[in-house]
Each structure stands twice: as C-alpha cells, then as structure tokens.
C-alpha cells in the first residue's frame, strides 16, 4: 500500500514482531520521506526530480556496495543486505512518486493499475520479503490486495487529490459515466457520479477479494495483520456505499466501532 494508507491501518505496526520492526520503519521511512519530496512544500517540479534522482542515486550506491553519507541509505543498505529485499522494490516506489509529479490524470483502468503496481505493491513485496514468505502465489495475491488498497485510497480522497489538480479516477470512466471535472470541482452529487463510484468500489472489493485468501494462508502475525488489512480496506468500501459516493462531504474514515467489525470479521476469515 502506499504511505498514505497508514492513516487507516494503524493495528498493523502493531502486529509486527519486534525483530522485523526496525527494518519497516526503515522502509516507511525511504517511502515517506520520498513521498514528502513528491508531494509536501513549495518546491517546483524540476527541483522535485532532481531531488527524488538523488534518492536514485543512492540506491545505486547500495547496488555497487557502496558507502553512504546519509543514516537514512545506511539503515536500508543494511537491511537489504540483511533480508536479501529486492531493491526493484525500492526503484519502483521511486518511479511511481516522480509519476506523481510530473502526471495528474489516467486515461483508463490499467494505466492506473501500472501506476499501482509501483506505488503500492513494492511495499506488499517488501513485506512478503521480510517475512520469508515471497512465493510466487502469494506474491500474486499481495499485489492484487495493495492495488485494491491504494484504489480504496484514491476513490476515499477524491477531494483531497482534487486540490492537488490531481485525478485517480480513470478518464475513460468518466467519460463513460458522463461525468465531467466540473464534477468534481463543485462535488456535484447526481446519478451519473453514484452509478460512476458503485461502479468503482464494486471494482476495488472483487480486486481486493480476489487476494484475499493470501491472509489465511500466511501464518501467525502476518496473516492476522492482513486479515485485518483486507478488512479495512472492504470497510473503507462499505463507508462510499453509506455515503452513496459522496466523499466529498463525508471523506470514509475508519473509528473505534470500525475497528470492533473489522477485528470480528477477521476472526471469520
């Protein structure tokens, strides 16, 4: 999943053994801090580039074996070395936030996936990595629950990316459920934007649902972390579905209660 996902998944550090703790704050670290550059203050895009090339850079230092002045590219040289992670992993969360940079629409559904498959599944990699657990199969299923859940993200923050000139929303849906991103500027509510956002949700939960069965096969901690990462991410859904897709008014937030259900149907999984 993405950095931003966080917010809603908090259980999950959690649930970490304390050995494998010091290596995701190390890769939470890398992720946030590039996210930052990509996203946070006033810096203009070029200067974002050059930045987020540094970080490149850096990474080539740790192919090479080579030392580092930054704590930061130490720890993760460190841990790479440790839990033999692979660094594509690391290049591909690079590569989605300089996407973040210099693009702000998609033209259809499996451009978006691309973006996904750089911007959230490295983490699922990384995760699987560390755990000793990155088998093809349940490499295949991670994928498909952290794109599900960096969607979940885009289709809950529709407002948020908005004020970022930025829209996660495939255009070819748009289009197809005339929509228009005066839609979007006003948060307009109407048919066409309830049918377009049922039409998504119903998208992420059978992409979401189609990895699923990683979490019950994935054994102690790690399966119960992402039992009740799946479980969040249906939660998120069902709160659009509540909304009738308004998340411009009702930006879908996970609470106390929410965590009860989430807990509850995870037992059930």
Known sequence: M?????????????????????AVKTIYAFARSADDIAD???????QRLRQLAEYEHELDRIEKNTSSE???????????????????????????????VVTTRYADFPDLLDYCARSANPVGKLMLHLYGEASAKNLQDSDAIC?????????????IDWQKQRIYLP?????????????????????DWRNMMRFQVARARNLMLSGSDLSTRLPGRLGWELRLV?????????????????????RPKLGKTDWLKIAWRATRM
């Open 2 to 22: 993405s950095v931003d996902h966080y917010e809603n998944f908090p259980v999950a550090s959690l649930l970490l053994p304390a050995r494998l703790r010091p």
């Open 40 to 46: 946070e203050g006033d810096a203009n895009p070029e």
């Open 70 to 100: 930054s704590q930061l590219f130490k720890a993760l040289a460190a841990i790479i070395s440790k839990y033999d992670l692979p660094i594509q992993c690391f290049r591909d969360l690079l590569s989605a936030f300089k996407q973040d």
């Open 147 to 159: 794109s599900a859940l960096q969607l979940i993200n885009f289709w809950q923050d529709v407002a």
């Open 171 to 191: 255009l070819d849906d748009l289009n197809r459920f005339g929509i228009s991103e005066q839609h979007i500027s006003s948060g307009m509510q109407n048919d």
């Open 230 to 250: 799946v479980q969040g991410g249906l939660r998120i859904l069902e709160k659009i579905e509540v909304v009738d897709g308004n998340v411009f008014q009702h």
